[in-house]
Nanobody, 125 residues
Framework: QVQLVESGGGLVQAGGSLRLSCAAS????????MGWFRQAPGKEREFVAA????????YYADSVKGRFTISRDNAKNTVFLQMNSLKPEDTAVYYC??????????????????WGQGTQVTVSS
């Protein structure tokens, strides 16, 4: 069992930056591929970014490529999402998720085994 706790959300003006963190419990963090998803009101949860177990591989949704950076610190059981040049359409609840089994980075909700409670990001215009 893995518990994930997100932090770092908030209100920011368009063009600003935020850094989200996701702290994981347990000693096996390096065994999990990690992902960030977001969900805006009335919309489905959508993929944002994912990172491999070692941190050597990353993948991004087209909508955030070049603006967001996912990273991880396995010694601190934490994954990060640095968000720059934020836009109002980035407003959503952001969730981190852990995947135990997949051999390739999953970009859909289904393969992820554990989820955090989410942190709200609001970008004002």
């Amino acid at each position: 069992q893995v518990q994930l706790v997100e932090s770092g959300g908030g209100l920011v003006q368009a063009g600003g930056s935020l850094r989200l963190s996701c702290a994981a419990s347990g000693r096996t963090f390096s065994r999990y591929a990690m992902g960030w998803f977001r969900q805006a009101p009335g919309k489905e949860r959508e993929f944002v970014a994912a990172i491999s177990r070692s941190g050597g591989g990353t993948y991004y949704a087209d909508s955030v490529k070049g603006r967001f950076t996912i990273s991880r610190d396995n010694a601190k059981n934490t994954v990060f999402l640095q968000m720059n040049s934020l836009k109002p359409e980035d407003t959503a609840v952001y969730y981190c998720a852990a995947d135990v089994r997949s051999l390739v980075l999953p970009t859909t909700v289904g393969p992820y085994d554990y989820w955090g409670q989410g942190t709200q990001v609001t970008v004002s215009s």
